[in-house]
């Protein structure tokens, strides 16, 4: 069955780096976009962005460029997001999120979700 | 950037009875020339990742059960839980994936009243 399956909680000091990785099976890696969402304790959902595993292209929400990188390795199927010069606000659960991006160059849903890597930031 | 904003923040529903959440979009979110609505609703469990329901507005996941469903236009949209079970507890969120950056409501918590 598809599974995304995530790497495990991080405590970070505040101007640390963190990078969390995502490990697909059951289906083709590269076939689908991976995205990363992120929600504080007790908060909605944010996305960051998206990774084409295929290319390598990226495409990061504004509220992060500058502090995210997200890269795959095509060979293991994992895809990963490192998010640079943490804060305390970046303590959340990050998830990994698969989609399709269509013929028109849309892209879908997000299906299955990783099961979420919580980060806390603290001195 | 798409907003989109849920209504009601919280709703409390009896066991069996219908639960209504609504989905304000800022534009449009209707592909015209593919008739196609770029929104998806996610339940989300306590502790546990969202779940896919519904996706083009109203086309039902594999495996989820048929008292969920999703209508609306362009801009509103609703996902409706029929007869309302124990199981059901959860924040719902709405999604657009008709432009980046994705976003998403707020959320609507669903309780038992």
């Known amino acids: 069955q598809v599974q995304l399956v995530q790497s495990g909680a991080e405590v970070k000091k505040p101007g640390a780096s963190v990078k969390v990785s995502c490990k697909a099976s059951?289906?083709?890696?590269?076939?689908?976009?991976m995205h990363w969402v992120r929600q504080a304790p007790g908060q909605g959902l944010e996305w960051m962005g998206w990774?084409?595993?295929?290319?390598?292209?990226?495409n990061y929400a504004q509220k992060f460029q500058g502090r995210v990188t997200m890269t795959r390795d095509t060979s293991i199927s994992t895809a990963y997001m490192e998010l640079s010069r943490l804060r305390s606000d970046d303590t959340a659960v990050y998830y990994c999120?698969?989609?399709?991006?269509?013929?028109?160059?849309?892209?879908?849903?997000?299906?299955?979700w990783g099961q979420g890597t919580l980060v806390t930031v603290s001195s | 950037d798409i907003v989109l904003t849920q209504s009601p923040d919280s709703l409390a529903v009896s066991l069996g009875e219908r639960a209504t959440i609504n989905c304000k979009s800022s534009?449009?979110?209707?592909?015209?020339?593919?008739?196609?609505?770029?929104l998806a609703w996610y339940q989300q469990k306590p502790g546990q990742p969202p779940k896919l329901l519904i996706y083009?507005?109203?086309t039902r996941e594999s495996g989820v059960p048929d008292r969920f469903s999703g209508s609306g236009s362009g801009t509103n949209f609703t996902l409706t839980i029929s007869s309302l079970q124990a199981e059901d507890v959860a924040v719902y969120y709405c999604q657009q994936y008709y432009s980046t950056p994705i976003t998403f409501g707020q959320g609507t918590r669903l309780e038992i009243k």
């Open positions: 083009w507005a109203s």
């Open positions: 059951g289906y083709t890696f590269t076939d689908y976009y």
């Open positions: 990774i084409n595993p295929n290319s390598g292209g990226s």
């Open positions: 999120a698969r989609s399709l991006r269509d013929s028109t160059g849309y892209l879908n849903w997000f299906d299955p």
């Open positions: 534009q449009s979110v209707l592909f015209s020339s593919k008739n196609k609505k770029y």
